[in-house]
């Protein structure tokens, strides 16, 4: 069960503006539970009573201890990386200055703000943000729970705001990011991110890769032929799997232009 806080979260519709291939079907449920503190638990076992009284005089001392008698050390529990924790709330104005804006497609009360635990190309674990329609939330949140338990790497997670909105910048970071108020891509439609219905992961180990095999980033070239490196997507892997079971699409089976990066809700 996902641990998760949820304020006032509220539906919206919208319709899907760019062109790609059809819309999966399948969708899932998600639990999801009032949030609760993690932390690790530590069994201290009491001190021992002894069953009768000392009888050393004031002048004897203990012998010294000899490396046979010293404890075994053992990994500390807080050392183990933390579970999977998911927040979800309102967004507000001051959080998103460059990626919304009043005539954008969704309202700021159709948005939600994400924020959760992912595991980063370090090993280690990382806390990131991602806006996203309050009415994919909650699936959101269990497909990156999946991917943390699986200890699938992203580089990095937040708005793209961080980037002043600029969806090219966060892209040549390598930012994990879903909601931006933008275009599709050699398209005058909005795209799916402008209504927080799709999301770009790890956009520098999966770029969008043109007919004739040319991409815009070449910080990205090493992963155009899709090699087996950490934090690359491939055909039916645990990732795209991940996001088939809440009926989201990859544009990595498009059949013109492969986008790698790109998940979402309507498959376009």
Request: some cysteine; overall charge negative; hydrophobic content about 30%.
């Amino acid at each position: 069960m996902i641990a998760m806080t949820i304020v006032g979260v509220t539906a919206c519709t919208a319709t899907a503006c760019a062109a790609g291939d059809a819309e999966p079907t399948a969708r899932t449920s998600v639990t999801t539970a009032s949030p609760a503190a993690v932390s690790s638990v530590v069994t201290v076992p009491p001190d021992q009573t002894p069953t009768s009284s000392p009888t050393s005089s004031p002048t004897s001392s203990p012998p010294p201890a000899t490396p046979d008698e010293t404890p075994d050390e053992t990994p500390s529990a807080a050392a183990e990386p933390p579970e999977f924790s998911a927040k979800i709330t309102k967004v507000a104005r001051d959080e998103v200055p460059h990626s919304w804006r009043p005539s954008c497609p969704v309202s700021l009360n159709e948005l939600r703000k994400i924020t959760m635990t992912y595991w980063g190309l370090d090993d280690r674990a990382h806390t990131g943000e991602m806006v996203v329609n309050a009415a994919v939330a909650e699936e959101v949140a269990s497909v990156f729970r999946k991917l943390y338990d699986q200890r699938y790497p992203i580089r990095r997670m937040e708005l793209v705001d961080a980037y002043k909105g600029s969806d090219y910048d966060s892209i040549d970071a390598g930012n994990t990011s879903a909601f931006n108020c933008r275009s599709a891509t050699g398209s005058g439609n909005w795209s799916e991110h402008a209504y927080g219905r799709a999301i770009d992961l790890n956009p520098l180990e999966n770029p969008f890769v043109y007919a004739d095999g040319s991409h815009a980033h070449s910080n990205a070239d090493e992963y155009v032929d899709r090699p087996k490196k950490p934090g690359v997507i491939h055909a039916d892997d645990k990732v795209v799997r991940a996001f088939e079971e809440i009926g989201w699409g990859w544009g990595g089976y498009w059949s013109s232009y492969k986008d790698y990066q790109h998940f979402s809700k309507s498959g376009h």
